[in-house]
């Protein structure tokens, strides 16, 4: 059976709302200190993920670089990605993205790292792997007619690393 939570390398994750946050529990642990509360830098960036809503730690560095917006002009052959296909958290590796005859809408073909079961029974399983699947201008699953509809969403490119 396949998972819905998304797992990040530290490495795939952007700096720059990583270093955000990194900073801002720093502030937190100092505040914290002069009142004589005591706290590890772990700690910290939990209590920091918490205030911002977030479970832990690695859900809210996913969220703050999911909330950066991806255009399709970012996409390319080749490049790593995450986000989700019917219901499923997923990363993996664009393999070619095409533009239809539909303005705004674009067939993206994608290699996931781990097969996801595309079938709700309880009676079988169907994985796939290598999906085909039809997005507008912002990533986001469309159908053919570029009408909102299931399929794969790609939230956040990923710094090129080895697949999970």
């Not at 005591?38 to 730690?57: N, T």
């Not at 080749?78 to 393999?95: D, P």
């Amino acid at each position: 059976m396949t998972s819905n939570t998304l797992k990040l390398n530290r490495a795939e994750i952007d700096t720059d709302a990583t270093e955000q946050f990194k900073a801002q529990a720093k502030r937190l642990r100092k505040a914290l200190a002069a009142r004589d509360v005591s706290i590890s830098h772990a700690g910290s960036l939990e209590l920091l993920a918490q205030s911002h809503g977030y479970r832990d730690w690695n859900t809210a560095i996913a969220m703050a670089r999911r909330n950066i917006p991806t255009n399709v002009s970012d996409l390319g052959i080749g490049k790593r990605f995450a986000g989700s296909y019917l219901g499923h958290a997923v990363t993996g590796l664009i393999r070619s993205i095409n533009a239809t005859a539909t303005p705004g809408v674009f067939r993206v073909e994608v290699h996931l790292d781990h097969a996801v079961d595309v079938v709700e029974s309880k009676r079988f399983s169907g994985y796939r792997q290598r999906i085909a699947s039809r997005i507008n201008e912002h990533c986001e699953p469309v159908l053919t007619n570029g009408t909102p509809g299931p399929g794969l969403s790609i939230d956040l490119l990923l710094r090129d690393s080895d697949p999970q």
